[in-house]
Protein backbone atom coordinates (compact mmCIF):
# COMPACT_ATOMS: atom_id res chain seq x y z
CA UNK A 1 0.00 0.00 0.00
CA UNK A 2 2.97 2.30 0.63
CA UNK A 3 4.33 1.94 -2.90
CA UNK A 4 0.59 2.86 -4.11
CA UNK A 5 1.00 6.20 -2.30
CA UNK A 6 4.62 6.98 -2.78
CA UNK A 7 4.11 6.25 -7.10
CA UNK A 8 0.61 8.54 -6.81
CA UNK A 9 2.79 11.01 -4.93
CA UNK A 10 5.27 11.34 -7.32
CA UNK A 11 2.68 11.45 -10.47
CA UNK A 12 1.15 14.01 -8.92
CA UNK A 13 4.40 16.12 -7.99
CA UNK A 14 5.61 16.34 -11.45
CA UNK A 15 1.70 16.90 -13.32
CA UNK A 16 1.27 19.60 -11.31
CA UNK A 17 4.87 20.93 -10.33
CA UNK A 18 4.74 24.68 -12.60
CA UNK A 19 8.52 23.72 -12.95
CA UNK A 20 8.48 20.82 -14.04
CA UNK A 21 8.38 20.16 -18.01
CA UNK A 22 8.74 17.16 -19.87
CA UNK A 23 10.15 19.68 -23.03
CA UNK A 24 12.66 22.23 -21.53
CA UNK A 25 11.86 23.95 -24.61
CA UNK A 26 8.26 24.38 -25.23
CA UNK A 27 7.12 27.90 -25.75
CA UNK A 28 3.95 29.00 -23.56
CA UNK A 29 2.58 32.21 -24.13
CA UNK A 30 -0.96 33.35 -23.17
CA UNK A 31 -3.59 34.28 -26.24
CA UNK A 32 -2.66 38.01 -25.75
CA UNK A 33 0.62 37.47 -26.29
CA UNK A 34 0.33 35.66 -28.95
CA UNK A 35 -2.08 37.73 -30.75
CA UNK A 36 0.53 40.26 -29.91
CA UNK A 37 3.65 38.60 -31.94
CA UNK A 38 1.07 37.28 -34.60
CA UNK A 39 -0.86 38.65 -37.50
CA UNK A 40 -4.41 38.14 -37.35
CA UNK A 41 -4.64 35.20 -40.29
CA UNK A 42 -1.70 33.22 -38.55
CA UNK A 43 -3.10 34.12 -34.92
CA UNK A 44 -5.88 31.61 -36.20
CA UNK A 45 -4.61 29.38 -38.08
CA UNK A 46 -1.66 28.57 -35.26
CA UNK A 47 -3.95 28.79 -31.98
CA UNK A 48 -7.22 28.26 -33.10
CA UNK A 49 -6.95 25.77 -36.08
CA UNK A 50 -8.27 27.93 -38.69
CA UNK A 51 -7.63 26.91 -42.44
CA UNK A 52 -6.53 29.79 -44.94
CA UNK A 53 -7.98 29.22 -48.28
CA UNK A 54 -6.54 27.40 -50.85
CA UNK A 55 -4.40 28.93 -53.33
CA UNK A 56 -4.00 32.02 -51.49
CA UNK A 57 -1.11 31.60 -49.03
CA UNK A 58 2.59 32.91 -49.59
CA UNK A 59 3.95 29.55 -49.92
CA UNK A 60 2.05 27.34 -51.93
CA UNK A 61 4.41 27.69 -55.10
CA UNK A 62 7.06 28.93 -53.60
CA UNK A 63 9.95 26.83 -54.21
CA UNK A 64 13.37 28.84 -53.26
CA UNK A 65 16.27 26.57 -51.49
CA UNK A 66 15.53 27.51 -47.45
CA UNK A 67 13.62 25.88 -44.49
CA UNK A 68 10.09 26.59 -43.60
CA UNK A 69 9.75 27.27 -39.92
CA UNK A 70 7.21 27.61 -37.19
CA UNK A 71 6.25 31.10 -37.17
CA UNK A 72 4.88 31.06 -33.94
CA UNK A 73 8.41 29.75 -32.18
CA UNK A 74 10.78 29.88 -35.47
CA UNK A 75 11.59 25.93 -34.98
CA UNK A 76 12.11 24.67 -38.54
CA UNK A 77 9.74 22.45 -39.33
CA UNK A 78 10.38 21.50 -43.52
CA UNK A 79 13.15 21.75 -45.73
CA UNK A 80 12.49 23.11 -48.97
CA UNK A 81 14.48 19.21 -50.85
CA UNK A 82 10.66 18.27 -49.54
CA UNK A 83 8.42 20.60 -50.58
CA UNK A 84 6.55 19.65 -53.74
CA UNK A 85 3.33 20.72 -56.18
CA UNK A 86 0.45 18.44 -55.04
CA UNK A 87 -1.97 20.94 -56.72
CA UNK A 88 -3.53 21.01 -53.36
CA UNK A 89 -3.52 24.88 -52.61
CA UNK A 90 -1.65 24.68 -49.56
CA UNK A 91 2.22 24.30 -49.21
CA UNK A 92 2.81 20.47 -49.24
CA UNK A 93 6.09 18.25 -48.37
CA UNK A 94 6.43 14.74 -48.11
CA UNK A 95 8.87 14.81 -44.53
CA UNK A 96 9.13 16.68 -42.02
CA UNK A 97 11.95 17.37 -39.99
CA UNK A 98 11.81 14.33 -36.93
CA UNK A 99 10.70 15.25 -33.74
CA UNK A 100 9.44 18.73 -34.55
CA UNK A 101 5.82 17.53 -35.26
CA UNK A 102 3.10 16.14 -33.03
CA UNK A 103 0.05 14.13 -34.31
CA UNK A 104 -3.40 14.56 -33.37
CA UNK A 105 -6.42 12.42 -34.65
CA UNK A 106 -8.61 15.09 -36.02
CA UNK A 107 -12.86 14.33 -36.36
CA UNK A 108 -13.74 17.54 -37.04
CA UNK A 109 -15.88 18.68 -40.48
CA UNK A 110 -17.05 14.39 -40.10
CA UNK A 111 -13.86 13.64 -41.24
CA UNK A 112 -11.10 11.27 -39.38
CA UNK A 113 -7.69 13.27 -40.28
CA UNK A 114 -4.16 13.90 -38.63
CA UNK A 115 -3.62 17.51 -37.88
CA UNK A 116 0.09 18.42 -37.58
CA UNK A 117 0.85 20.83 -34.92
CA UNK A 118 4.60 22.11 -33.96
CA UNK A 119 5.79 20.39 -31.16
CA UNK A 120 7.01 23.21 -29.48
CA UNK A 121 4.67 25.67 -29.10
CA UNK A 122 1.51 22.86 -29.89
CA UNK A 123 0.91 25.41 -32.64
CA UNK A 124 -1.52 24.00 -35.51
CA UNK A 125 0.38 23.61 -39.14
CA UNK A 126 -2.62 21.48 -40.79
CA UNK A 127 -2.81 17.97 -41.78
CA UNK A 128 -1.06 15.20 -43.14
CA UNK A 129 -2.56 12.28 -45.65
CA UNK A 130 -1.30 9.23 -47.36
CA UNK A 131 -1.54 10.66 -51.03
CA UNK A 132 1.85 11.83 -51.43
CA UNK A 133 4.37 10.58 -53.66
CA UNK A 134 4.90 7.18 -53.44
CA UNK A 135 8.25 7.38 -54.81
CA UNK A 136 9.36 9.41 -51.22
CA UNK A 137 7.17 8.89 -48.67
CA UNK A 138 3.68 8.52 -50.02
CA UNK A 139 2.97 11.26 -47.14
CA UNK A 140 1.27 14.24 -48.21
CA UNK A 141 1.72 16.87 -45.26
CA UNK A 142 -0.51 19.83 -46.33
CA UNK A 143 0.19 23.41 -44.37
CA UNK A 144 -0.58 26.40 -43.95
CA UNK A 145 1.50 29.01 -45.08
CA UNK A 146 0.11 31.32 -42.44
CA UNK A 147 1.51 28.83 -40.07
CA UNK A 148 5.13 29.37 -41.76
CA UNK A 149 8.14 31.56 -42.44
CA UNK A 150 11.08 30.69 -44.39
CA UNK A 151 14.46 31.23 -44.18
CA UNK A 152 16.90 31.24 -47.45
CA UNK A 153 19.72 29.03 -47.85
Not at 29 to 44: G, I, M, R
Not at 95 to 103: D, F
Request: net charge neutral; proline share 3%.
Amino acid sequence: MTNKYLFLTIISFLMFNPNFSQNKNQVVKSENEWKNQLDNLSFQVLRNAYTERPFTGEYNLHFENGSYNCKGCNQTLFSSDNKYDSNCGWPSFDQAIPNTIIYVEDFSHNMRRIEVKCSKCDGHLGHVFNDGPRETTGKRYCINSAALSFKKE
